[in-house]
């Protein structure tokens, strides 16, 4: 059973490249999430979709953004990378049930 | 919308004690609260979930606790394990529109043999 799966495991991007970090989920979820974890932080929602064709922005939106043309991806486009993006990323779904399964997450450093 | 807050950043305990981890929040009462497990390196992982309506949910060694007059919820793991250490996050409906969560910054659990 993947779950969810998340691509790269890591990278490090210089200031202003772009990258997408990959999230797929095989359990038919409808709602799919984006967060960023920074130490000591918590996990902050960056933008969520309920839907395929419907994303709306979390509470750390900027620098990203999101796409959802099927119900499985959900992947998440960094444009223009600053230091301030280096985190650990993670991807979740969910079901109707509002619980949440997450996958490995994706290092990054911007430098 | 909804801060939730988890007041101790790290916990240290005994084998074979109960841990008690605490999480508060503001605004209105949420319809349900959930806990999660986090491993260093790894993503979150789900353990229980306590609806507005349930003064008390338990599951093997983990009991949460759901009190919407003091708008909290404590998590308990009895006889620890140093298995058990780890980080906890507690999490709610980020708006009254239930389509995302808001967490925690976590209890680092720290279970010592």
């Known amino acids: 059973n993947a779950g969810v799966t998340q691509t790269p495991k890591f990278r490090i991007l210089k200031i202003g490249q772009s990258m997408t970090l990959q999230c797929a989920q095989d359990?038919?979820?409808?709602?799919m999430y984006w967060y960023r974890q920074d130490p000591g932080m918590g996990l902050k929602l960056i933008y969520y979709s309920v839907g395929a064709g419907i994303t709306d922005k979390g509470e750390v939106p900027n620098g990203y953004n999101v796409s959802r043309s099927t119900t499985e991806d959900f992947p998440l486009r960094l444009e223009l990378a600053a230091p301030s993006q280096t985190s650990v990323y993670f991807c979740?779904?969910?079901?109707?049930?509002?619980?949440?399964?997450f996958g490995a997450g994706t290092r990054l450093s911007v430098l | 919308s909804q801060k939730i807050e988890q007041n101790s950043e790290a916990l240290n305990i005994q084998e074979g004690k109960t841990a008690t981890l605490t999480c508060n929040y503001t605004n209105y009462s949420p319809a349900y609260l959930q806990w999660y497990r986090q491993d260093p390196g790894r993503g979150p992982v789900f353990l229980l979930l306590i609806r507005e309506n349930e003064k008390e949910k338990r599951k093997e060694r983990l009991k949460v606790t759901f009190d919407t007059t003091l708008k909290q919820s404590l998590f308990h793991i009895t006889a620890s394990q140093p298995a058990d250490s780890a980080t906890y996050l507690c999490a709610l409906e980020r708006d009254q529109a239930g389509t995302a969560l808001i967490f925690g910054k976590g209890t680092t659990l720290s279970v010592s043999s």
């Open positions: 979740a779904s969910s079901s109707g049930s509002n619980i949440q399964y």
């Open positions: 359990m038919n979820h409808n709602y």
